[in-house]
């Protein structure tokens, strides 16, 4: 089983992608961050924020959609 930071990021859930979010940040707050991996870390967190982003964003428009559907009409 691969672990979550080599798995690409749109297999994950939302939930998967977070919690590595919050342990790439807990990595790079540390004392002994390694320097020679700050680049990648940087980089995976960067594409796992607008991954994150974007799903928010297409939850947001599906709820509204299927709220204005449910709407009586005036």
């Given at each position: ?28 707050q ?42 009586p009409?005036?």
């Open positions: 089983m691969e672990s979550n930071e080599t798995k690409p990021i749109a297999e994950l859930s939302y939930n998967e992608a977070a919690a590595e979010l919050e342990k790439i940040l807990r990595i790079m540390s004392d002994n961050c390694d320097v020679d991996r700050l680049a990648g870390l940087t980089r995976r967190a960067t594409a796992l924020i607008a991954e994150c982003r974007r799903r928010l964003t297409a939850t947001d428009e599906e709820l509204r959609a299927i709220l204005s559907e449910e709407q009409e005036k």
